[in-house]
C-alpha cells in the first residue's frame, strides 16, 4: 500500500492479468498472429513490457494532470527533471547535472541517434551478444557495421570476454561501444570491477560507450547496479547513458527517454543530430508519468521487484522438479528470464513451434538476440503468479517425459 499525494490509499495489485488484445497491445496480437487458437485468458511472455494493472499512483495523478492539461509542445518542468535527478541520486548514487539530460521518444531512437552522430558512415560499432535485438539494427540500418563481442558462457554463468573487447577497441575502425546493462537477454547485472574494466578500455582506446541502462531500477536483492558514468570523469566524457521510466513503470508506450550526457560536444552532437530528425519534443503525458513514477512509484516498484524475485524461485523449483533437462540462467536483473533448452537437440525453428502450438507458451526466441542465442529462449517472467504457473505446466506437458516435443 502507498499513500498518493492527495492522501488517498493506493492499493497495489499484482495478480490481475490484463488481456490488451483490444488495446492493440504488439505483443498480444504477435501471438495471436502466429496461433489464432490462443484460449482467452493465456498471455505471451515474449516483449518485456507488463500485462498488470498500472502503478494506481500515475495512473490517478495523470487523471489528475488531465482534468485541465493542454496538450500542445511541452518541456519538462522543473519539477520533472527534479522526480528524475533525485531518483538516481537516491537509487543509484548518480548524481546528474539537469542540463546533461537530453529527452527523446525512446532508448532505441537515441541508439540510433547516436550512432548516426558520433561515429563515422563505415565505422565498426562492438556489441556483447546474445544481445537486445535493437542494437543490431540501430548500427546496420545507419551504414555502420556490427562488431561482436560475444559474451562468454563458462559454468552457468554469463561474463564479459574483456580480452576480446580490449582486442576489438585497439582497431581504430571500432569507434563505439554499445553496452547493455543490466543485460538483456541473459540477466547479468554487471559488477562494479566488471565496469571499471570496461571503462579503462574504453578510455584507453577512445571508445565512445552508448549504456543502455534502461533496466537499471529492476535489480535483484544481492546486486546492485553501477551506472558506468558514475565511474569517474574519465569515462562520463565518453559515455552516453540511456534511461527511462518505461522498463520500471511499464511506461513504453508513452514514449519518454531521458538521455544524459556529461560531455557538452558530444551532448551537442547527438542533439543536433536529434533536431535533424525533426524530433524536438517528447509527450506531454509521458514527461507527466515520469515524474508522478518518480515521485510516488517507490511501493510500487518494491512490490514489482518482489513479484519478479518469487517468480524466479517458482521457475526455478518447478524446472528442478518437472523438467530437469532444461536450464535456467541465474537472474541478476531486469524481468526477462533466459532459459536453455540446447539438452533438448532441437532446431531453433523446431524449438519454436513446439512452444507456440503445442505448449501454447510465447517467448522471445533466442536466436532473436543474435545466433549466439541458438537453443535458449527469453521469457518475461513479470506476471501474475498464476499465469506463469499455468505456462509452466503447459511447458512440462510438452517437453516432459512422453510429451510431444520431448
Known amino acids: 500500500m502507498d499513500v498518493c499525494a492527495g492522501g488517498a490509499l493506493m492499493a497495489h495489485d499484482f495478480s490481475t492479468l490484463i488481456d490488451r488484445t483490444a488495446q492493440g497491445s504488439a505483443k498480444w496480437a504477435a501471438m495471436r498472429r502466429a496461433n489464432p487458437e490462443v484460449l482467452v485468458g493465456i498471455p505471451p511472455f515474449s516483449v518485456a513490457d507488463l500485462d498488470l494493472p498500472q502503478a494506481p499512483e500515475i495512473v490517478a495523478g495523470l487523471r489528475e494532470f488531465l482534468a485541465d492539461a493542454v496538450l500542445g509542445y511541452t518541456e519538462p518542468t522543473p519539477a520533472c527533471t527534479r522526480a528524475l535527478i533525485d531518483w538516481m541520486t537516491r ?19 537515441a541508439l540510433c541517434t ?6 563515422p558512415t563505415g565505422a565498426g560499432v562492438i556489441v556483447q551478444p546474445p544481445v537486445y535485438y535493437p542494437f543490431y539494427s540501430a548500427i546496420e540500418r545507419n551504414g555502420r557495421r556490427v ?24 582497431d581504430p575502425a571500432n569507434t563505439m561501444l554499445i553496452l547493455c546493462s543490466p543485460h538483456n537477454p541473459v540477466g547479468r547485472v554487471w559488477t562494479h570491477d566488471e565496469l571499471r574494466a570496461v571503462a579503462a578500455i574504453a578510455v584507453e582506446h577512445e571508445l565512445i560507450v552508448v549504456s543502455d541502462e534502461i533496466h537499471c531500477d529492476l535489480v535483484l536483492p544481492g546486486h546492485r547496479h553501477t551506472t558506468l558514468a558514475s565511474l569517474g570523469q574519465e569515462i562520463a566524457r565518453r559515455s552516453i547513458v540511456c534511461t527511462a521510466p518505461s522498463k520500471t513503470f511499464n511506461l513504453a508506450g508513452l514514449c519518454t ?6 560531455d557538452a560536444a558530444l551532448r551537442g552532437r547527438f542533439r543536433a543530430e536529434l533536431e535533424s530528425q525533426g524530433q524536438f519534443f517528447v509527450s506531454a503525458p509521458g514527461l507527466k508519468a515520469c515524474e508522478l513514477a518518480y515521485t510516488h512509484g517507490q511501493e510500487w516498484l518494491d512490490g514489482l521487484l518482489r513479484l519478479i524475485a518469487s517468480n524466479q524461485a517458482l521457475l526455478r523449483e518447478f524446472l528442478r ?3 530437469p533437462t532444461m536450464g535456467v540462467l541465474p537472474l541478476e536483473g531486469t524481468y526477462l528470464q533466459w532459459l536453455d533448452f540446447r539438452k533438448l537437440g532441437m532446431s531453433a525453428a523446431a524449438l519454436k513451434r513446439a512452444h507456440q502450438d ?10 532473436t538476440f543474435g545466433a549466439e542465442g541458438a537453443g535458449f529462449a527469453r521469457m518475461n517472467i513479470a506476471a501474475p503468479r498464476a499465469a506463469l504457473l499455468a ?11 512422453g510429451g510431444p516435443a520431448a
Open 91 to 109: 537509487r543509484h548514487d548518480w548524481r546528474i547535472a539537469p542540463d546533461s539530460i537530453v529527452w527523446t521518444n525512446g532508448v532505441v531512437p
Open 114 to 119: 547516436a550512432v548516426r552522430a558520433l561515429t
Open 147 to 170: 562488431v561482436r563481442n560475444p559474451l562468454l558462457l563458462q559454468d552457468g554463468r554469463y561474463r564479459m570476454d574483456l580480452d576480446g573487447l580490449r582486442r576489438l577497441a585497439a
Open 257 to 262: 527517454s531521458h538521455i544524459v550526457i556529461s
Open 321 to 323: 522438479e518437472r523438467l
Open 358 to 367: 503445442e505448449a501454447v507458451v510465447f517467448f522471445a526466441e533466442g536466436t
Open 391 to 401: 505456462a509452466l505446466e503447459r511447458l512440462a506437458l510438452c517437453h516432459g517425459p
